[in-house]
């Protein structure tokens, strides 16, 4: 039976969301689980998430065995097995035909950022900025809707061919005390979002201006190769 799960983790403890030869993922984890339980399945992600990025929606799909009814029960035992670090928050049937990857719209990630200093509690998932100019992020932010080739806005050696993606929508907004950008895109390019992030807080310090974004994204001239912090980001949502 194609099943669909919802999942949220700490991405602090992960050298990413996908199996990679130098370290546990947190699909490493979810098939340790898996296996404890007689549940041999691959595992199909809908998208991959770097080290140290955190997610409150991952979504991924996996084949179940067919006495495995009751999903209450199930999300139960899993969420027992799991580190407290991966957490289950929904799971359902879908049609066998469902991808979790290919069959995605949207996706929805969130970068947070505070402009009270970090503690030993948070400063793994925000990121401080001492001053923050709300009215420069959100004239500049809009710059990344539509669609762009973001070849310089993306990590070099990454095995992608087609450089183009669609931002739906971007915005810039506070929530009590702290500050959130959010991206909505059809998909991204490896460290693309950590990338325009770290170009809107230079424009917010004064490094750089709005035209010097639409330098970088006409691919002009490349004026920032370094990207945000990963701990401020979070893969939210994704839709179908």
């Known amino acids: 039976m194609n099943t669909k799960f919802v999942i949220s983790y700490d991405g ?18 979810l098939q340790e689980v898996f296996k404890h339980l007689n549940i041999n399945t691959k595992i199909v992600l809908s998208g991959r998430t770097d080290k140290d990025v955190h997610a409150t ?8 065995p067919s006495y495995w ?16 670090s991966i957490r289950i928050n929904k799971i359902s049937f879908v049609n066998e035909k469902f991808h979790s990857r290919f069959h995605a719209k949207k996706r929805v990630y969130r970068y947070i950022i505070t402009s009270k200093p970090t503690t030993a509690f948070n400063s ?17 932010i809009k710059l990344f809707i539509g669609t762009h080739d973001f070849e310089f806005f993306h990590k070099r050696g990454s095995d992608k061919e087609n450089l183009i993606r669609e931002v ?10 702290i500050y959130v ?7 991204y390019l490896r460290s693309q979002i950590r990338l325009m992030v770290g170009f809107l807080l230079k424009i ?22 370094t990207p945000a912090s990963a701990y401020g980001l979070y893969l939210a949502k994704v839709y179908y």
Do not use: M, W
């Open 69 to 84: 009814t009751n999903l209450k029960k199930l999300k139960e035992i899993l969420n027992r097995h799991l580190p407290l």
């Open 204 to 225: 917010n310090d004064g490094t750089f201006t709005k035209e010097d974004l639409l330098i970088q994204l006409n691919k002009q001239k490349h004026l920032l190769k």
């Open 168 to 177: 739906y929508d971007a915005v810039f907004y506070k929530y009590r005390d």
């Open 181 to 187: 950008f959010k991206f909505t895109a059809n998909s």
């Open 124 to 140: 793994r998932y925000v990121t401080y900025v001492k001053d923050i100019n709300e009215n420069r992020i959100k004239e500049a």
């Open 12 to 29: 602090s403890f992960y050298c990413g969301s996908q199996t990679q030869p130098n370290g546990l993922s947190v699909e490493d984890k």
């Open 57 to 64: 929606g991952q979504v991924f799909n996996c084949l179940l």
